[in-house]
C-alpha cells in the first residue's frame, strides 16, 4: 500500500505565498518523478511542475518565475512553493509520484487526495 498525503493549501491573498508538501509513505523501493498537478472548477486537471530524479524541473508556463518544485528523497517528499499567487491559481492540487516499490519491479503512478489552494482578496 502506498499513499500520498498533500497539506499546507488554504486561503491566501493575492500576492501572497503559500507552501505545499506531499509526502508518500508505505512500501516504497524508490521514487522517480514527482510532480504538483491543479484542478480549477469546470476545467481540466493540468500539470503545474514536475521534477524528476535528477532533481530537473519542468514548470508550466503560467507558473514560471513564481513557483518552485523541490523535492527530500530521504523523507520521501515533494514540495511546491508559491509565491506572488493571483486568483486564477484556484484550484485544488494534486500531487503524483512514479513509484517503484519492489527492487526489479516496474513504477506506478500515485495520486493525492488533492488539497486546495483559494487565492481571493
Known amino acids: 500500500q502506498v499513499q500520498l498525503v498533500e497539506s499546507g493549501g488554504g486561503l491566501v491573498q493575492p500576492g501572497g505565498s503559500l507552501r505545499l508538501s506531499c509526502a508518500a509513505s508505505g512500501s516504497i523501493f524508490s521514487i522517480n518523478r514527482m510532480g504538483w498537478y491543479r484542478q480549477a472548477p469546470g476545467k481540466e486537471r493540468e500539470l503545474v511542475a514536475l521534477?524528476?530524479?535528477?532533481?530537473?524541473?519542468k514548470y508550466a508556463d503560467s507558473v514560471k518565475g513564481r513557483f518552485t518544485i523541490s523535492r527530500d528523497n530521504a523523507k520521501k517528499s515533494v514540495y511546491l512553493q508559491m509565491n506572488n499567487l493571483q486568483p486564477e491559481d484556484t484550484a485544488v492540487y494534486y500531487c503524483?509520484?512514479?513509484?517503484?516499490?519492489?527492487?526489479?519491479?516496474?513504477?506506478?503512478?500515485?495520486w493525492g487526495q488533492g488539497i486546495q489552494v483559494t487565492v481571493s482578496s
Open positions: 503524483k509520484a512514479s513509484i517503484i516499490r519492489f527492487y526489479n519491479s516496474r513504477s506506478n503512478d500515485y
Open positions: 521534477i524528476f530524479a535528477g532533481s530537473s524541473t
